[in-house]
């Protein structure tokens, strides 16, 4: 990673702080509450040292010393548990923030843009690399000001004791930050590339195990299982080269601490045997000035230790931070926006779309210009061959994809609508089952409360009621991950009686009897086609045989509606519908 780079994410690293600045003060201020413990407990270890072995001090006159020392070490622990506590606060803080700032940004793009990458990317970006963000806040930013104002309090001690060893300190001490740095550089940059071995791994392997049925198939278990067998090689060597730079790091900074301390000690051992005399302010090197410095030795270079331990944690917060700057400081040429107009609610639902282009997150134009009205209660069958764009304009009036031109809604533009307020008007079943929730009841009434007659009444309209009694607890039944407890048909029947189920002024159905078998798609288009009657319907499908009830079809080709009509007035015509309607029963005979 350029040096450049690496200063942009430090400094979005920083910014960040804002979020959780409260908790990163208070873990500054006990930290700096402990140093000033430290100070006092090697004051009075240094003094009952000197009384015991020096002045030869009986035990009466020093008990109280003890005391205060004892008092020292316990307030110490408290103030640690309480550091530690903030710190956790303050990472817990930003990742939630952080986790936010994502999910924000996933709703704002839309589905359609979402699906560009797999599952298991964002599932890293979400889960591992926002982790990755704890000890930064929570341990190294607060120990980057105690790593300065702890050695200043322990030099402000030693130097008016003696000048010689706060010298010595602080000569030695910028040594441990320069090789830190150096160290430091290497271990972001193989952190980066670790992360983006994980996010590789992590897609792969989700997506195999989804389609892992499909690779049986087609005997590619043995070539897949070859493939996911050196992602992990290389995610392993990754990881290891990460840890190396941490260990080497931890030992560059004893290395010099070791060193300096030693020096301390020689340079008070030869003055206590006279070979030396300098340091003192006219006066001769006493027992308390050696204790104190040599007891303060160690914890001045203790910041600068811990500093350097969570240092591998900055490195990890820039690595991971590579990707989440670059998710959300990204400009999108199509991005959705959110209008504030407030649709005025039981009102008869009418769309009307002029000159409407529907536009790709990559800025590309997925179909128009189209025009059209759908007036309050119509129900129209949308058809065409596959890429002629009718999935492109449900996905446009659900608010996933954004658009050009005009598509209103009761006179207002939809880009100008709160998206909660139209979202509650519509319902919505697609190709693909999606429940979310744990089990089947919650997955049908969707945090409604409904009568159970009305529900039986729903369950037995979209066929739940066929199968419901064959679960192991009914309604209370787990769907399980992505609904792996059911068929495909069961759970489009579950998906199918949700949409029955919520009160809407507009049905959007895209081809949902696709991946059915025979019965299963018998059993939800006849319940569709009863729930139509009840709103304004659009349906996508690639059924033409049974449209003859649909108020009106529309014909798509080339992402443009080039043909509407009834039944009767399309079949009793030749044009686009009726060249469709030849060409699939020739697929049929």
Known sequence: MEKKRQ??????????????????????????????????????????????????????????????????????????????????????????????????????????????????????????????????????????????????????????????????????????????????????????????????????????????????????????????????EDFRQRTMEVLRLAFLSSAVLEFFASISIAIVAVYFGFTYLGELNFGHYGTSVTLF?????????????????????????????????DALHSFLSSRQEAVITEGKQALPLNQPLRIDASGLMIIAPNGTVLAGPLDFSLPPGQRVALVGQSGAGKSSLINVLLGFLPYQGSLRINGFELRDLQRHDWHRLLAWVGQNPHLPALTVRDNILNGQQVSAARLQEVLALAGVDEFISRLPLGLESETGDRAAGLSVGQAQRIAVARALLKPCQLLLLDEPGASLDARSEQHVMRALLTASHQQTTLLVTHQLNELAQWDEIWVMRDGRIIQQGSWQQLTSQAGPFAQLLTHRQGEIA
């Not at 203790?302 to 500093?307: A, C, E, G, N």
């Open 7 to 232: 200063h942009q994410l430090t400094r979005w690293l920083r910014q960040q702080r804002l979020y959780a600045r409260p908790w990163t003060t208070i873990s500054t201020l006990l930290g700096l509450l402990s140093a000033l413990l430290i100070i006092a407990q090697a004051w009075l270890l240094a003094t009952l040292m000197h009384h015991l072995i020096s002045e030869q001090q009986p035990r009466a006159q020093w008990l109280t010393s003890m005391f205060l020392l004892l008092l020292c070490f316990a307030a110490r622990a408290l103030l640690s548990w309480l550091r530690e506590q903030a710190g956790y606060r303050a990472g817990e803080q930003i990742r939630r923030t952080l986790r936010k700032q994502v999910l924000d940004r996933l709703q704002q793009l839309g589905p359609a843009w979402v699906q560009e990458k797999p599952v298991g990317s964002w599932a890293s970006l979400l889960l591992e690399q926002t982790e990755e963000m704890q000890d930064y806040y929570a341990r190294y930013l607060p120990q980057m000001t105690l790593a300065v104002l702890i050695p200043g309090l322990i030099l402000l001690v030693i130097f008016p004791v003696n000048w010689a060893a706060g010298l010595i300190l602080l000569a030695t001490a910028p040594l441990i930050p320069l090789f830190m740095a150096l160290v430091g550089m290497g271990a972001a940059d193989a952190n980066r590339r670790n992360f983006l071995a994980l996010a590789r791994l992590s897609g792969d392997f989700l997506d195999r195990l989804r389609g892992l049925d499909t690779l049986r198939l087609f005997h590619r278990g043995a070539a897949e299982t070859r493939s996911i067998a050196a992602a992990s």
């Open 289 to 321: 000035a050696g204790f104190l410095a040599l007891i303060l030795a160690p914890e001045f270079f203790q910041p600068l230790r811990d500093l350097g331990t969570f240092y591998h944690a900055k490195a990890q917060a820039v690595g991971a931070a």
